[in-house]
């Protein structure tokens, strides 16, 4: 088992780049399937979402080349099957990306039912009514999900609920449908916009991405190119919280600072300065934390995935802050593990309230999720004392190299691998 060891107190100061994003990776990995040439991809992140989706790709029969640390090229021309195998599309919730992409490119599609983070129910309806609309039937058995089309015609799909996986995945299977598709209550996310980018370049006719209507032109042919993948928000978002509850001195480099604008408005109304370059910003705290209010929403909102993190922030700040989850049923289990620290939290369904608190203390916790573990080393970098962290795999399926990041601003952390499992102490 690992686990990392942090002692906190330090204020983190100097710079730490950006790798490349994690929801935009994982999406613009499945989409080099409907590519009749390789693909070569930059700024992949090294992390285990994304060596996962690789493997998928490569027992199917793609063929992957590394060209460096964090470029790929992949040619998907032997793709043989479009059935993924359960045992490895289960681990993750982003295989169901290869649904939308096989059955772009051979009309028919057999993927697990998606795994992922536990934070309530997550369904698919609106993927399955996207598919629909454009003229697949599905079935559900097994834990698996088959889709087959005889044909894709470009249809109108209305998404009932705002949905990046819907909009990506629609977008995915319309790309070489016949005709015209329009995608209305599109989700707007950097991510979305940056696969409409990837597929354009290899010839798509995708107008919109970004905004909530999103056009797409089926074409017949969409040949392989060499696509960057834009910097991960969360991420970036991620290193700017932690330097505010560290009270640290922070430079993110390889940031698109538009992409940050609802995190960095949040933070500044807590305390922070930040001072934005044309692809980076410094983060700093001139004086103490201070309360706020936080409602998580569809992008341009305040990101879900950054929920976890600001609220570890606010257990340090002064005054009562409330937390709104805007977009999950349930994405509060990690206030138990926050609260083992000295934080004081209460949760009433989707609202949290976080009484600010003079210190937090280091005691042994888990990760419940990917966020969640972001939040308790948050937490840990800013408590006094050591804390050690279970299950940090979740937290290293979406930050690559956090432990050397971390410690490239100064913080005290390590990896450990413990034998076995070993009972939990008190420290
Ligand atoms: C993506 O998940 C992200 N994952 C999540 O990030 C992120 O929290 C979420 O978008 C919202 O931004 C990836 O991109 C791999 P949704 P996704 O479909 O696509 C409901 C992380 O930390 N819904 O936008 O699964 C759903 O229940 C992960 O990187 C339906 O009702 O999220 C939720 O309440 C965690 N029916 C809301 O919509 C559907 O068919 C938003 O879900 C689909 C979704």
Redesign the pocket.
Known sequence: MEKYVINGGKKLSGEVAISGA??AA?AIIPATILADSPCVIENVPNISDVSMIIRILYEMGASIRPINKSTIEIDTRRIHTPIVPYEMAKHM??SYYLLGSLLGRFHTAKVSMPG??DFG???????LKGFKALGADYSIEHGMIDVHADSLIGSQVYFD??????TINVMLAAVKAQGLTIIENA?K?P?IVDLANFLNSMGADIMGAGTDVIKIRGVEHLNGISYSIIPDQ?EAGTYMAAAVATRGDVLIKNIIPKHLEAISAKLEKIGAQIEEFDDSLRVSVPGELVKTSVKTM?HPGF???MQPQITAVLTLAKGTSIVTEG???NRFRYVDELRRMGADISVDGKVAVVEGREKLTGAPVKATD??AGAALVIAALAAEGTTEIEDIYHIER?YEEIVNKLRGLGADIKKITIPGGVVRKAL
């Open positions: 994690k929801n994982v919730r982003a992922g983070c129910v997550r369904p698919i309806d609106q993927h609920v705002v949905s990046v996986g819907a989700a996310e991510h969360i569809p990101p879900t995935d977009v999950w049923d990917l966020r979406g």
